[in-house]
């Protein structure tokens, strides 16, 4: 499977972006979905998570500001993220998580800089 990541870019604080991800190969519902960031000089952390369509996961610092959908026939996954701020800066990830095999996936990642 291999995904690529768009939507990424620069935008002032308070500002919004979309992200998108599409993948190669069918995704069923059944499995994970979701994103990722890395900050320069941090680990990779959790954004969101969706399995089929219902309980995402969101990271802590992104609750409330940030919403992950995906659209199943599409086999995409998307993150739209509002109220952004200047530490939410990082390489955003696609990934993908095959539950049966425990398969992950990684996108090449896009690059989001909240700056004035």
């Known amino acids: 499977v291999q995904l690529v990541e768009s939507g990424g870019g620069l935008v002032q604080p308070g500002g919004s972006l979309r992200l998108s991800c599409i993948a190669s190969?069918?995704?069923?519902?059944?499995?994970?979905m979701g994103w990722y960031r890395q900050a320069p000089g941090k680990q990779r952390e959790l954004v969101a998570s969706l399995i089929g369509g219902r309980d995402p996961r969101y990271g802590s610092s992104v609750e409330g500001r940030f919403t992950i959908s995906r659209d199943n026939a599409k086999n995409a996954v998307y993150l739209q993220m509002n109220s952004l701020k200047p530490e939410d800066t990082a390489v955003y990830y696609c990934?993908?998580?095959?539950?049966?095999?425990?398969?992950?996936?990684w996108g090449q990642g896009t690059q989001v800089t909240v700056s004035s």
């Open positions: 990934h993908v998580r095959i539950l049966s095999s425990l398969t992950h996936y």
């Open positions: 190969d069918r995704v069923g519902a059944t499995n994970l």
